[in-house]
């Protein structure tokens, strides 16, 4: 008797934050030929099916997308298999389902078996997440790998005629920090009546991070969260919401950013107002994650956003930043004399670059890895050649990952001193005479890792081999000159990639890979650093915070925030400076990570 069989690969996409894509494959035996409709959601999109399958598709009057699939015929008794990508969107019917997967397909009495194996971006610790699994109708789910990422919907038989299948997750992340929860109860009260606008990548370490504000005095309504939208993970969205922290916003693409915050800007004026009319201070400080709301500041703005500035600008207190690439940026677009506020920079702390620098490398590497197999649907092989960009210090350190995963890598540096120092972490510098477009030739992976730079542009695509992928590990998105390759043509979307084909006159052309669509790598598939593993640095961004806070009180002569690179003449431009986060509080931050470590 002629059977249906169809099986989903579902992999999550953009940290779980976007789009979720299903691989399905449709497996006939026992029939010479056979047609059959698929049901899916009316914003879903066909990417590919096999060439040789016909299908059509039409908008459904019930808000679905009918889509006919009609197997050519083949020789009785044999099997033959039809597969096709699909790009669906995430659904949220609850505040903690994170996926609502729904199939129905109409066989015409046809036998219809389904299986399943869901792919999170992001490991499924019983120690850090509850989780549950369920379908309808019922049937076993269970775990697949050992690390815990994906989830299995083994093969079960459907109803006839009009077989229906839903498959839900549901996700609540459950662990605390111990740094940032000590330094919260330690500081309760010092962040009393302050308003915060946050713009952090919203991982599963951020939610732990705002309750030790709140717990520090803050409200939850005072917290205002823009979401960097490459990175934000739709379950940390949720359980902000859950805790009921009403300012949590997400721009739908990321040049959406800049828009945000100015309405970020026109909530800050309203803020001023209330709290003026209630006789109250107005005060606010700014913690972000690559330098988006100090330059902001800064900007020519007119009309509405000019006038809300002007009216906040005087009341902020400051801004902690934790990336080197925002405080460029601010350097970079802000002259010292125009400088409005201090910034205290955690970028250069000791323990960011000695401890951060590492599982970044880890991450990186460990996503490029995932992410090629589910691209490309092959395995990373010993041998093959890598290029680096950046030997600074999270370059060497994700050079040095790669190899431990048996690529042979070389970094590439314009700086003598980065070059020296590559060679005594054991790597192998690019010669100081070869320009990139020539060093970026014959290597299956060109990862770009300098931090400000986009150094990937239509010279040095046109010089990679066919199937070169090109990596950003960077911050933003940086690293590929994405102007710069317009020309080439407009790039096509591969699962968790764009690939940009350039045709050649006298044969085949060539398809260069920009993984995870340009966006940073370690951000992307939701993988990133284990928070547990850089907790001392989000306890630093912490203790910047309230450093702040408390300056704020200070009597003038007594406030310890003083530029030291830049002399001021004026003593009203003495606070305008970028100031290191002292090794003293490092110490502070450090001896409670000791403290919690002794007491067990």
Known sequence: MPILTVSDQIDILQGGQGPYQVRRRYMVEGAAAVAFQ????????????????????????????QVLIEVPPFPEGEVHVATALYLFHLTQPHPQIRLDHRVHLSCEGLPTFYEAQ???????????????????????????????????FPRRALSVPNPKISLWVSIE???????????????????????????????????????????????????????????ARQDVIDQLKLADFSEVHLPTEYAGIHAEIEETFAWLAGKKARKTEEGKAFHWLIIEDGGYVVPALHDDYTGQ??????????HCIGAVEQTRNGIWMYQEKVPAERRAIPVISVAESR????????????????????????????????????????????????AKALQSRGFQVEVFDDSPIARCIAKKHGLKPVAFDVPLNMAVRDRFLVVGATGRKNVIG??????????????????????????????????????PAKIIYLPHSRGRGKNILILAEGYPVNFYSGRSVNPR????????????????????????????????????????????????????????????????????
């Open 38 to 65: 698929d049901w899916l959601p009316a914003d879903s999109k066909i990417q590919a099916i096999q060439a040789g399958v016909e299908y059509s598709s039409a908008d459904a009057p019930d808000g679905q997308k």
């Open 118 to 152: 869901l792919t999170l971006p992001f490991v499924l610790d019983r120690q850090q997440w509850r989780w549950s699994a369920d379908s309808e109708p019922a049937g076993e789910v269970h775990h697949l790998d050992a690390d815990q990422r994906a989830i299995a």
């Open 351 to 398: 323990l960011k670059l000695e401890l951060e620098s590492f599982w970044i490398g880890m991450a990186v590497s460990q996503n490029i890895c995932e992410l090629v197999e589910r691209t490309k649907k092959f395995s990373i092989a010993e041998g093959l050649q890598a290029l680096v960009i950046g030997a600074g210090a999270t370059g060497c350190q994700i």
């Open 305 to 314: 956003v000019r006038a809300a500035v002007d009216e906040i600008l005087p």
């Open 173 to 231: 992340g459950t662990y605390r920090l111990p740094v940032l929860q000590r330094l919260g109860a330690h500081y309760r009260g010092t962040l009393e009546g302050l308003t915060i606008v946050a713009v952090p990548h919203l991982l599963e370490d951020f939610p732990d991070f705002a309750h030790s504000l709140v717990e520090a005095g803050a409200r939850k309504e005072d917290i205002y969260i823009i979401g960097i939208p490459y990175s």
């Open 533 to 600: 593993n850089i907790e001392l640095i989000t306890g630093c961004l912490f203790r910047a915070a309230i450093e702040l806070a408390t300056d704020l009180n200070r009597p003038e002569h007594e406030k310890i925030w003083r530029p030291m690179a830049i002399q001021h003449e004026d003593p009203q431009n003495e606070r305008r400076a970028i100031l290191d986060f002292s090794t003293a509080l490092q110490d502070e931050v450090a001896a409670i990570w000791e403290q919690f470590l002794r007491d067990g």
């Open 458 to 495: 239509e010279a040095e695509i046109r010089a990679m081999a066919d199937g070169t992928v090109v990596v950003n590990a960077s911050s933003k998105l940086m690293e590929i000159n994405w102007s710069a390759i317009s020309e080439l043509g407009e790039p096509q979307q591969q699962g």
